[in-house]
């Protein structure tokens, strides 16, 4: 198994400069060889792929130094040479990139109505996917399908299983949560509740698994491979089952001192009445599981919430007045958002299909014209890149970038 060299020296704080997106910057002082191999990795990561010359220039250390660590890293088969690039002034060059087979992590996504898992190399590629479908994730057969699962993965990376560097759980933090929504009973979900799903995960695998709320985990995939690599700050909304979302400050994943930072699932969408009765959720107004139920209403199948059968045919009334409504919500969120945070955008992104997804941020578009922006700055509406893989992905990407990436606290840490 890989294991990243250790030191205990820290990266060096140097001046203030104009903050850019992941920007990798080494330092030539003696016990930084860790972090520097780290700088040297993202450097190749973010640009495909380096000569020498240019990591050098990038990182700011020196050629000797870049010599050391691009030999270090081509032993530990991290990274790979390249054909030399010849017809340029001077010496051919030969780019150095990251080896796919380098490293992987596996991603779990365990939903409410379905259970994901990936295998992503070290250049962030899926290899493997395995999918379960269900009305509710029981634990007593869902968690025996994960470690089987597990093992088959494993199994299949033969040679390469030493290579595995880490699990990332994705879920909601209370997986028993919104029973009362899914119509299930107190005891069903309180069996949720009571399980530690890292510690039940940790116990079916040798490398170490990490666990993130599942829409923070989504957005980790889009401040990674997707809309982030060229947005610093921006509220990440994505829409499923139930919708939630996250927050991307300065390129980093915030989540606040009790993780509601991006939580929009159970923002209130009105004051509440004069009874004291409480106003609505988002939750109960954007999210697919009402989509489902208007399909249920007519005697059609409520998945087809999530495929190409939405726009079409039966279903397509009952999607066009649920995208009215969604959006409605969606624009009052974003308002909201923007009234509080000084971001570049608002993404959206979701498990629904993307001709849906279009069309949806479109109808918010038209409803955010309906409100005084007088006193802020106009939200800029983008769709994600990532899609329904977006929470598995970032579950395998948390373990990646811990060993791999110089900013350790790029992503939200939480427990179980």
């Given amino acids: 198994?890989?294991?990243?060299?250790?030191?205990?020296?820290?990266?060096?704080?140097?001046?203030?400069?104009?903050?850019?997106?992941?920007?990798?910057?080494?330092?030539?002082?003696?016990?930084?060889?860790q972090f520097n191999e780290r700088v040297v990795l993202q450097a190749i990561r973010l640009n495909g792929s380096c000569p020498k010359a240019e990591l050098a220039r990038m990182t700011g250390l020196t050629a000797q130094t870049i010599g050391l660590i691009t030999t270090r890293l081509d032993d530990d088969?991290?990274?790979?040479?390249?054909?030399?690039?010849?017809?340029?002034?001077?010496?051919p060059s030969v780019p150095l990139a990251l080896n796919p087979d380098g490293?992987?992590?596996?991603?779990?996504?365990?939903?409410?109505?379905?259970?994901?898992?990936l295998l992503v190399d070290f250049a962030g590629q899926?290899?493997?996917?395995?999918?379960?479908?269900?009305?509710?994730?029981?634990?007593?057969?869902?968690?025996?399908?994960?470690?089987?699962?597990?093992?088959?993965?494993?199994?299949e990376l033969g040679d390469l299983k030493e290579r595995l560097?880490?699990?990332?759980?994705?879920?909601?933090?209370?997986?028993?949560?919104?029973?009362?929504?899914?119509?299930l009973s107190e005891s069903q979900s309180d069996t949720w509740n009571q399980i530690d799903l890292r510690a039940q995960v940790q116990a079916m695998t040798e490398v170490p698994v990490s666990f993130a709320k599942d829409t923070s985990a989504a957005c980790v995939a889009e401040l990674v491979a997707g809309r982030g690599r060229d947005l610093k700050n921006f509220l990440y909304l994505f829409v499923d089952t139930f919708v939630g979302g996250g927050l991307v400050i300065n390129s980093h994943l915030h989540g606040g001192l009790h993780g509601n930072a991006g939580a929009v699932a159970s923002l209130p969408m009105s004051m509440p009445n004069p009874a004291g009765t409480a106003p609505d959720q988002l939750i109960s107004h954007a999210s697919l599981w009402e989509l489902e139920r208007r399909f249920e209403t007519l005697g059609l199948d409520p998945h087809a919430a999530y495929d190409e059968r939405a726009l079409?045919?039966?279903?397509?009334?009952?999607?066009?007045?649920?995208?009215?409504?969604?959006?409605?919500?969606?624009?009052?969120t974003v308002v909201s958002g923007t009234a509080f945070l000084d971001i570049d955008a608002v993404v959206i992104d979701g498990s629904l299909n993307r001709k849906l997804l279009t069309q949806l941020i479109e109808a918010t578009q038209s409803a955010l014209a309906q409100y005084s922006w007088e006193g802020l700055w106009p939200a800029k509406l983008i769709a994600g890149e990532v899609g329904p893989d977006a929470r598995a992905l970032g579950g395998?990407?948390?373990?990646?970038?811990a060993n791999f990436a110089p900013d350790q606290d790029l992503f939200l840490k939480s427990g179980a």
């Fill in 1 to 33: 198994m890989i294991a990243p060299r250790q030191s205990n020296a820290q990266p060096q704080e140097g001046p203030v400069e104009s903050p850019q997106l992941l920007r990798p910057r080494g330092s030539n002082h003696v016990g930084m060889r």
């Fill in 77 to 91: 088969g991290l990274i790979q040479k390249q054909d030399r690039v010849r017809g340029r002034v001077g010496q």
């Fill in 103 to 117: 490293a992987f992590a596996i991603g779990i996504k365990i939903g409410r109505r379905s259970a994901d898992w």
């Fill in 126 to 155: 899926v290899r493997q996917r395995h999918s379960l479908d269900y009305a509710f994730p029981d634990a007593a057969t869902l968690l025996p399908a994960i470690a089987s699962r597990l093992d088959r993965m494993q199994a």
């Fill in 165 to 183: 560097i880490g699990v990332g759980v994705a879920a909601p933090f209370q997986m028993g949560g919104w029973h009362r929504l899914l119509g």
């Fill in 312 to 332: 079409s045919g039966p279903f397509e009334p009952a999607t066009r007045a649920w995208v009215t409504h969604a959006a409605e919500a969606l624009a009052l």
């Fill in 396 to 401: 395998a990407l948390m373990p990646l970038h």
